[in-house]
């Protein structure tokens, strides 16, 4: 997908619920970090993003990747001081 032209976090005080994306084609993705065991297919330290369309409400597609703060311990990493 091409670079966004503007992005708006939707949030409460103390969470980030999502983020809707506008691109330059127009479209309209809304941005949901997921934690269900199920789409991270058990593997602790990934990372997964849905995608979905505003104008349909269905998923447009998935994003899964490592967590580059997560160490071997288990743990999300935390800095140290």
């Known amino acids: 997908m091409t ?3 503007e992005k708006k976090q939707l949030r409460c005080r103390s969470k980030l619920h999502g983020i809707i994306k ?3 084609n127009g ?3 809304l941005e949901v970090h997921c934690k269900n065991k199920l789409c991270v297919d058990r593997h602790s330290g990934i990372v ?3 995608y979905f369309d505003l104008e ?3 998923l447009d ?3 899964r ?3 580059p703060n ?3 311990a288990g743990q999300a990493g935390k800095s140290k001081g």
């Open 48 to 50: 997964v993003l849905h």
């Open 3 to 5: 670079a966004t032209l």
């Open 65 to 67: 990747f490592r967590d």
């Open 22 to 24: 506008l691109y330059p």
């Open 70 to 72: 997560y160490n071997n």
């Open 27 to 29: 479209r309209r993705l």
């Open 61 to 63: 597609h998935t994003n």
């Open 56 to 58: 349909t409400g269905e």
